[in-house]
């Protein structure tokens, strides 16, 4: 039998009630089919409640049934019937009652709710409860259409995405500020190609759950699992297309917007360098101006052209990689292998650019290294093939007094050791401040801050710099102002997986590999080689 919901009821209750308004209709339900029992606490109608009046009205229309199959009635029966109807009459009475009383109650109830401020506005000095904002959940904090769907204007949306973005880095799980970097991009320098926010939406689409999930099955290679979730999420975050472009790598993940020194391997230049950041393009320019010639002239003379000389710099970011592959066993057993791969990823991008930036060429686009001949102002040593812990001092001297102020040391851990061997009389070396209070060993720090003064200058350790102190020719130690050379990021990494792997022979057979490959861009250079010298080794 189909139940008929009725709401508040349920069941042979629902049943119950639609028979009673039959009743009222003149009509009669098929009270047999009902069999609801009376109620035990029932005892007048009078007296009876909601449920009450639907069970014993139920049971009437039992009895009424009965009687009415009959086709002549005796006494007896139509006393019963007459009884029947009035107790029906009163118990119609009774839900009219309770129906009024419940409509009543209803009315106290709405009248007894009064809005956050209502009542502050009609009572002068009145208590105004604090309006509950509620939290956003995560997916609903990296909804990008959802922001745009809310926002009327551009300057709106750009606002919601800042903000939900900044958000989303101080919610992510890091060590203490490990995502600061990332932040102060977003707040203060986030300029994208049709407006600002262009990592900011970075940050929010490879930042919601869904997209996380999606990148974990994408690097396994079960795309086929994506929820339709995760299908949305993928599509609003893969570089170039489906089939011909990558994905880009969750923030949490990246290391282009990750705080240095997270990595086993030690990246100075990360750490004391000017670090200049692009959305736009792959250019970046910057205009340097030499000093304007002052001098004193007799009367009535004509004064001398001064005027400051005019560059313009220009550094075009490079593309560089990483390849690994992984067996398929692996992605099986190993569900935690998308944040493996950051963290190797991103020591093989710290490796690779702890060496270029101190020996690199600069061949064509690639950095060019603060050792390297044409960096900086190279300073001979005093003597041929010898260092002396005096030559340091030639090279302070050498360096111009624009740059002299913020100045720092560069050097290999082992000419730092050698030149700590050098300063017998321990006037050289010194630990914090300038008091020269005697030599100590170098601090071990990811980011390459020995803790150590050389003339009252920081020393930095650059591990891919030389340290054969008695090689002629031999570029040992900088003295530059770290402001001076300038690493410049294309903002992003992005990833691409090669879904089998073959042998190579002929003909080639899969190998159950995957291979995955990320790149990102970025390029670096000095601004001027006079901001620098390097001691050269005579």
Known sequence: ??????????????????????LGMGLTPSARAIGVPFAASYTTP???????????????????????AEPEWTEEQRTQFDTLNTELTALEARQADIATRNAVLARAQAAATVQPGAYAAAVPGAYTPPAIIRKQTPDELHDIERIREETRT????DQRV?????????????????????????????????????????????GAPAYRSAFNKYLAGKQALWSPEETRAAALAVTGTTTTGGYAVPYVFDPTMMHIGVWTQQNPFRAACRTVNITNGNNWRTVTVGAITAAYQNEAAASVEGGPTFGQPSYTVQTASAFATLSVE????????????????????????????????????????????AAYTPTNTATNDTTAIADTQLV???????????????????????LLALDTTQRYFSGAGIQFAGQQNPVRSDSGNTGLFLLGYPVWEVPSAVSTLTTDQALIAALVD???????????????VIPQMLDGATPSFPTLQRGVICYWRNTAKPITADAGRVLRVQ
Not at 154 to 157: D, M, V
Not at 170 to 189: F, M, N, T, W
Not at 403 to 412: D, H, L, Q, S, V
């Open 1 to 22: 039998m189909n139940k008929i919901p009725i709401e508040g009821y349920e069941g042979s209750q629902a049943f119950a009630l639609m028979a009673l308004t039959m």
């Open 46 to 68: 009078q007296s009876a409640t909601l449920p009450e009046v639907v069970e014993r009205s139920a049971a009437i229309a039992t009895e009424l049934e009965t009687l009415t």
């Open 154 to 157: 551009r300057s709106e949306y």
């Open 162 to 206: 800042r903000d939900n973005a900044l958000r989303s880095i101080e919610a992510a799980p890091a060590r203490k500020g490990e995502y600061d970097g990332l932040a102060e991009i977003v707040e203060r320098s986030d300029e994208g190609e049709d407006g600002r926010g262009e990592i900011a939406t970075r940050v929010l689409v490879t």
């Open 330 to 373: 692996t992605m099986q057993d190993r569900p935690d292998i998308t944040g493996e791969l950051a963290s190797l990823f991103g020591e093989a991008k710290d490796t690779l650019e702890e060496n270029k930036f101190a020996v690199g060429a600069g061949t064509g686009n690639l950095p060019l290294g603060m050792f390297y001949a």
């Open 396 to 418: 302070e001297a050498a360096l111009p007094l624009r740059f002299r102020a913020r100045a720092e040391w560069f050097m290999n851990r082992s000419t730092i050791r050698q």
């Open 482 to 496: 770290p402001q001076s050379y300038v690493i410049v990021d294309r903002i992003g990494m992005n990833v691409e």
